[in-house]
């Protein structure tokens, strides 16, 4: 009889869910819109009921199934599947674990959403099963997984790897976390959006200060195409960025020694000449015993990365 794992990708807008077969491949995979109406209380329960009709209609028994993986964004407690608090969903501390297990009746593992993305680049994506590895991923803020040992490292309470909330600027921007000045504050989407906005308000003849006013806004595309158009305060936003994720890298890269650097995520479709700037600064800021063994890559999983790393953690647990 042939064995699936569930892998659930929770996010703001969708929750993307697969079946996956033994190997990190997927069998089936599919979406529904999250619903976060009342704190998102009715997230699991839509979830499982598009899973018992996609199991009917692909003539899956439940006893196939050899449990639920789940990544969900926020602070996690992966021992107990606690998510302390899920901002842009409304959770706080909510159970998500106990409440997919009560539905299911199958094993159930959570974490935090860049960590089972990390775990799926890992297992059958650009990470090919490193020992150690730090995973980037570059969005509307910045998430991070950090694998050491062949392990995630999840930390104490699920703390761990929130790369996005190394501080950079202690005077900086406020971050949603309520800190100042975190690395998401700078090299996100957002922080690329906000650099291109104090840059404008400095330089408004700009060639940027000309495309805001005629589109009314300036996205991550506007930036990297313009500087491919040669307007130097997009290139100088882009080197920034660059500079900035560099030394941040350096200094986690210092604890743990990896063999890999993983960049994924919106801002990472940039392209080859955006990673090979932040290897470059990258290498500026850190030691050459240590970046020297590192090799700096592209995540190749896209948005199928978290629910096939969710399936690792049920392979992994069980």
Not at 24 to 53: F, L, R, Y
Not at 67 to 92: M, S
Not at 278 to 293: G, H, M, W
Not at 306 to 315: E, F, H, N, P, Q
Request: aromatic fraction near 6%; proline fraction near 2%.
């Amino acid at each position: 009889m042939t064995e699936f794992i569930l892998g659930i990708d929770i996010g703001g807008t969708a929750i993307k869910i697969g079946i996956i077969n033994i190997d990190g491949s997927i069998h089936s995979k599919w979406d529904i819109p999250t619903n976060i109406e009342n704190q998102g209380e009715s997230i699991a329960t839509d979830a499982w009921s598009s899973i018992v009709e996609k199991l009917d209609a692909l003539h899956i028994e439940k006893d196939q199934l050899q449990g639920i993986g789940i990544g969900a964004p926020g602070f996690i407690d992966e021992k107990t599947g606690l998510v302390y608090k899920a901002v842009n969903i409304g959770w706080e501390n909510f159970d998500l674990a106990h409440q997919f297990s009560e539905l299911a009746n199958l094993p159930v593992f959570v974490a935090n959403d860049a960590n089972v993305a990390a775990l799926g680049e890992n297992w059958v994506g650009a990470g090919n099963q490193a020992d150690h590895l730090i995973a980037v991923t570059l969005g509307t803020g910045v998430g991070g997984g950090i694998i050491a040992n062949g392990a995630m490292i999840s930390g104490e309470n699920g703390t761990a790897g929130e790369i996005g909330h190394i501080t950079i600027d202690p005077n900086g921007y406020k971050c949603n976390c309520g800190k100042r000045g975190c690395l998401e504050t700078i090299t996100s989407a957002t922080g690329m959006v906000r650099q291109a906005i104090a840059l404008i308000e400095k330089n408004p003849e700009s060639t940027l200060a000309e495309h805001h006013h005629k589109h009314g806004e300036i996205t991550t595309k506007d930036i990297f195409d313009l500087a491919k158009q040669g307007d130097q305060l997009s290139e100088q936003i882009i080197d920034h960025t660059a500079n900035v994720l560099g030394f941040a890298i350096s200094n986690i890269a210092t604890v743990i020694n990896p063999s890999k650097i993983l960049i994924g995520g919106g801002v990472s479709q940039a392209g080859e000449s955006f990673i090979r700037k932040i290897e470059t600064q990258f290498k500026r800021y850190a030691l050459p015993r240590v970046s020297d063994i590192c090799e700096f890559k592209i995540a190749e999983l896209g948005n199928d990365a978290g629910m096939i790393g969710a399936a690792y953690l049920v392979k992994e647990r069980l």
